[in-house]
């Protein structure tokens, strides 16, 4: 029988699945980022708190516009600079088609 020590290391061990977001500001400028999280993230940027993105604080509402779980950290901010290159039609398209282009 595991004791309590070893349950709390398999769970440290177990890598965190990384997600990437767009959110919509009410100017209808477009956030990407990325987290272990999406709606712990999204409530910190609704809240214009410390927490909140620099170019999102006083501009909201804000919407999310997509999510999708891209896998560890390093794959998750690889996509994200990938992502915040493109143009506002393309990350529109992203939006509406629901999924990332093919890598």
Request: proline share 4%.
């Amino acid at each position: 029988m595991a004791c309590q020590a070893d349950r709390q290391a398999e769970v440290t061990l177990t890598p965190a699945i990384w997600s990437l977001y767009i959110i919509e500001n009410r100017l209808g400028h477009l956030y990407t980022g990325v987290t272990t999280d999406v709606a712990r993230r999204f409530s910190e940027h609704h809240q214009n708190g410390a927490r909140c993105a620099r170019s999102l604080r006083g501009k909201g509402p804000l919407q999310l516009r997509f999510s999708c779980q891209v896998g560890d950290k390093s794959r998750a901010l690889r996509l994200e600079r990938r992502i915040k290159k493109l143009s506002r039609h393309q990350r529109l398209a992203i939006i509406e088609a629901g999924r990332l282009p093919p890598e």
